[in-house]
Every structure is written in structure tokens, then in C-alpha cells.
């Protein structure tokens, strides 16, 4: 009777109000790292950084810590519940924000971003685990697309929005909106956000459950292909992320349009995760993005070819790559669904351990591409042809060879799934 009264208080919040908020999770760690891109160079020159390579760094560190933080909270999320170890990350990413805002060295705001993105590293591993307690199947990758959609709004306005603080303060504000940003969202989680876990799938915190739980879901062959291939294609993307200053704004010559053009191609993605979000439960996960993996590597083979040519312009680097973000739209949602499902009642550490992979192999390839920008478009056309297909052979090993398999049927699990 307890227990079905205490269930009964926990709040509810409708579908648009669940997406919302799993997207502002999701974003924050984006708008840690998309609100930096305008202010790169104004902290290179403020903190004496001579390489101008090295200015990525404030991005690149973030997201290599952020891939090895992932490992931690799916495991403790999985025995205390996911919303104690949300308000924890809330915490760090706060007080870890004001931290960076007041760092006097770059060495040492490398530093606080490194422990910035492994303390708040729950913020982006658990909104899967959160999405995977309440759905299934294709089911489950509709919703995953939908709030990613909204998710893509962030990367389209987050360097509008640094610049936007540029204009009236310097760089150190951009943290402090950060913090202040995750302040409300933080009391948003306390307010409304119920307890998803249930009670039956809790797990010990013992090392033994948790690696042999991990390590389940690292080998599993139905899911690796998938988590390493949409590291493979996250990679290629932060590769552009980490040099499209330097080479949207510099080499192509875009200057103070550039806030505006990343922003459209953060919408492109945006559009293809709503149009995921409308017909992957007709198509299924597995039609809808294979078709897309092809449809990238095609574009990204003409990436390579208007690389090569001499010339080549902002005006036909920006709607093949626009193009190819869409392709990104399609693909990691639907991989990111085909690889937890088998893992309904690990799904913490499931979440975890594919994040993990997904973060470090993507953010480290992101770091190498975007150190290998020579002031042309080519060494990123290269990284994403060659992602494109690694990805393809990593999916045919998954699939073992068969591809476009039909929807699976979405399998929502327990009373907090009924209704939603």
C-alpha cells in the first residue's frame, strides 16, 4: 500500500514535457562545447596559446574526458536510481562552470574541463538508460529521434549564443551562463523528473557484477558493430566540429557568418531526426539507417572530390557537408536504439559502456582530424569517407552480413511505459 502511494506521488510528466527535458540533459554538454567554438580565439590570446591547433583543445579535452566519465555513472545509476546520480552530474557541471570561469592559465581551464565533462558525464549517459526503462524496439529509437531533434536546436544556436556574450562580456561569461543554464534544468530534474529504474532490475554495486555487466554489453555481437560505427561517423563529425572555426570562418573566409552556418547545419541534422522520428517505426531502425550509412558514404566521396579540385568554395563545401549532418541525423539515433536493446534490465550500464566507446574513440578521432587540418577541406573528406566505410563492414559484422532487416517490433516495458 506504501509503495503504491509513494509511486502514485512521483511526478508525471506528459510525452512533450519527458523530450524536453531529456534533450535539455542531453544538450548541456553540447552547449558546453558548440557555445566555445566563437570564443576559441579570443581565449588563445587571452591565455598566451601560440599553436593555433591548439585552441581545439578546449573542446577535444572536454569530450575524451566525457568518453572515459561515462564508464561510472550507468553502473551507480543501475543500483541508486537514475535521478540521485542526475542532480550529482547537475553539481559538478555547476560548480566545475564557475571553476573555468575563473581559471588564470589555459593548462589549468584544460584541466577543469577534463574534470567538468568526467563529473557531469551522467547528463548525456543517462537519458538512454532513462528512454530504454520506459521503451523498446523501433519504439524506443522514435523517441530517441525526437529528442535528438530537439537536441540538434542546441548545436544550431550555441555559437550564436557565445557570440551573442562576446558582444557585451568576455569569454569567462560564456561559463557563467553555463552554469546558470544548468542551475534551471537541474531544479527542472528535482521537480519532475520520477524515479524510471524499476525495482527489480536494481543491481549491486559489486566489481564483479558491474565489469561483468559492462563487458556483456561491450562484446555483445548484435550491438558492437553498432556502437563502434556510430563512433566512427561521431568522430567524423567532432572532426569538423573541432577545425569548422578555422575552416569555415578562416579558410573559406565565411568571418562573423560562421555562428549562422554552423547553426544550419546543426539544423539539417535536426530536420533528418525529425523526419527519423516520423517514419523509423514504419521502415524500422535497421532500413533507415543502413540507407543512410550508403547515402554517406556517397556524399562523403564527393567531399573528397571537390576537396581535391582547386578552389573549391564555401558554396559547395557547405551543402555537401549540410547533406552529409543530415546522414548523421538518420544514423545515430537508430544505432544508438539497435545497440541497447538487447540490454533491458543492464540498460545503466549498457548506456555507460557504449557512451564510453562511443565518446573516446570519437572524441580522440576528432582531436586527430581536426590536428590534421592543413587550411584545406581535404583531410576531412578523407576522415569521413573512411569512417563511412569502416562503419559499413563494422554494421555488416553485427548484422552478420544482411542487411535492411524489417522493423522490429517496439516493446515498452512496465507501468511507466503505458501511456507514453
Request: charged share 10%; aromatic share 8%.
Amino acid at each position: 500500500m506504501l509503495a503504491t502511494t509513494a509511486a502514485k506521488r512521483q511526478p508525471d510528466p506528459g510525452r512533450a514535457e519527458f523530450i524536453a527535458l531529456m534533450a535539455m540533459l542531453m544538450a548541456l554538454q553540447a552547449l558546453a562545447i558548440d557555445s566555445m567554438l566563437p570564443a576559441l580565439g579570443q581565449i588563445a590570446q587571452d591565455l598566451h596559446v601560440a599553436d593555433p591547433n591548439r585552441r581545439q583543445l578546449v573542446v577535444g579535452i572536454f569530450l575524451v574526458a566525457a568518453g572515459f566519465g561515462a564508464l561510472v555513472p550507468g553502473a551507480l545509476a543501475d543500483r541508486y536510481g537514475r535521478k540521485p546520480v542526475l542532480l550529482g552530474s547537475f553539481a559538478v557541471f555547476i560548480a566545475l562552470s564557475l571553476g573555468c570561469a575563473l581559471t588564470p592559465s589555459f593548462d589549468m581551464l584544460l584541466g577543469l574541463r577534463a574534470a567538468q565533462a568526467v563529473g557531469s558525464a551522467g547528463l548525456s549517459v543517462l537519458p538512454g538508460a532513462i528512454i530504454r526503462d520506459r521503451h523498446g524496439g523501433d519504439s524506443m529509437a522514435r523517441q530517441l529521434s525526437t529528442i535528438s531533434m530537439v537536441f540538434m536546436l542546441v548545436p544550431m544556436i550555441a555559437p550564436t549564443l557565445g557570440q551573442s556574450v562576446l558582444l557585451v562580456a568576455g569569454w569567462r561569461w560564456i561559463f557563467v551562463m553555463l552554469a546558470v543554464l544548468s542551475t534551471l534544468v537541474a531544479v527542472w530534474v528535482y521537480v519532475r523528473l520520477p524515479e524510471t529504474l524499476h525495482p527489480e532490475y536494481r543491481q549491486p554495486i559489486r566489481p564483479g557484477v558491474i565489469f561483468g555487466n559492462m563487458a556483456m554489453a561491450a562484446v555483445n555481437r548484435e550491438s558492437v558493430g553498432y556502437v563502434l560505427g556510430g563512433a566512427l561517423t561521431f568522430g567524423a563529425l567532432l572532426g569538423y566540429v573541432n577545425s569548422s572555426q578555422q575552416l569555415v570562418s578562416e579558410h573559406f573566409g565565411a568571418g562573423h557568418w560562421f555562428p549562422l552556418l554552423f547553426g544550419a547545419t546543426a539544423l539539417a541534422m535536426a530536420c533528418a531526426s525529425f523526419g527519423n522520428s516520423r517514419i523509423v517505426e514504419r521502415f524500422g531502425a535497421r532500413r533507415v539507417s543502413h540507407a543512410a550509412l550508403f547515402t554517406y558514404i556517397v556524399l562523403s566521396t564527393l567531399q573528397v572530390v571537390l576537396a581535391m579540385r582547386a578552389g573549391e568554395t564555401l558554396w559547395q563545401f557547405m551543402p555537401v557537408m549540410a547533406l552529409n549532418m543530415c546522414m548523421v541525423g538518420f544514423i545515430g539515433a537508430n544505432f544508438g536504439s539497435i545497440a541497447l536493446q538487447p540490454f533491458a534490465e543492464i540498460a545503466g550500464a549498457a548506456s555507460s559502456v557504449q557512451a564510453f566507446l562511443r565518446m573516446l574513440i570519437g572524441a580522440t578521432l576528432g582531436i586527430m582530424i581536426g590536428q590534421g587540418f592543413d587550411g584545406t577541406a581535404l583531410p576531412l573528406a578523407h576522415a569521413y569517407l573512411a569512417c563511412g566505410l569502416t562503419a559499413l563492414v563494422l554494421v555488416l559484422f553485427s548484422e552478420r552480413g544482411r542487411l535492411f532487416a524489417p522493423p522490429q517490433p517496439g516493446e515498452p516495458l512496465g507501468a511507466l511505459a503505458e501511456g507514453h
